[in-house]
């Protein structure tokens, strides 16, 4: 059996996910084992091996995290981030960046109603809306207190993708307590930006 081990400790994201999807493509192995030190890349290395055919196993020691993956089927799929093949086939997709939990600046109080109540406007973007990337301090909409983590899961329901930094996360100390959202890295999130028919920037 073919394998390859990965040592990405002290990478941060995306570059254990980079250095994986390299492995995956040149030496296509069917046993693949990656070492991370953070939930995020342990989450993100999960993620890019399962999408690219292979069933997963995590190991944890300490701080250390051991991604185990080994392939089935007979061969590895092509798309390795978020983004699938039925995207592609959508006439339009709006994808909506937010890097703060605020929305304008002045009164804190203020400019947090209005991120509410823009997040609870963006279902009149439908069918068109896409994609909503939250990354810095916008992660904080998708944790367990938020007030609009309903209003993002009937957008979920509906077909809207919601990617969540998993480097944000882990730098504000709160991966735990993420609630809604599947936690990516900075190559989705380009990726992303790259094939969206329009992008809308809240930072």
């Known amino acids: 059996m073919s394998e390859v081990i990965l040592n990405c400790k002290g990478l941060a994201c995306p570059a254990p996910v980079l250095k ?84 304008g600046s002045g009164s804190d109080e203020l400019s947090e109603k209005l991120m509410i109540n823009f997040i609870s406007t963006l279902k009149e973007m439908l069918p068109n809306l ?23 899961k009937e957008l979920e329901e509906r077909g809207v993708s919601i990617l969540v930094c998993g480097t944000c996360l882990n730098f504000y100390g709160i991966m735990d307590q993420k609630e809604i959202g599947e936690t990516t890295n900075m190559l989705d999130i380009v990726t992303s930006m790259e094939i969206a028919d329009k992008v809308i920037s809240i930072t």
């Open 20 to 103: 994986t999807k390299e492995a995956i493509e040149r030496k296509q192995p069917e046993k693949i084992t990656v070492i991370v030190d953070n939930p995020a890349a342990r989450e993100n290395v999960k993620r890019i091996l399962e999408k690219s055919g292979y069933i997963c196993e995590i190991n944890e020691l300490e701080n250390e995290f051991t991604v185990s993956g080994i392939l089935k089927g007979e061969g590895i799929e092509q798309e390795s981030c978020p983004v699938c093949l039925s995207d592609a086939s959508q006439t339009k997709k709006f994808l909506v960046l937010i890097g703060t939990n605020k929305l």
């Open 130 to 152: 896409w994609r909503i990337v939250f990354l810095n301090s916008g992660v904080f909409l998708t944790t367990q207190d938020s007030k609009v983590i309903s209003t993002l």
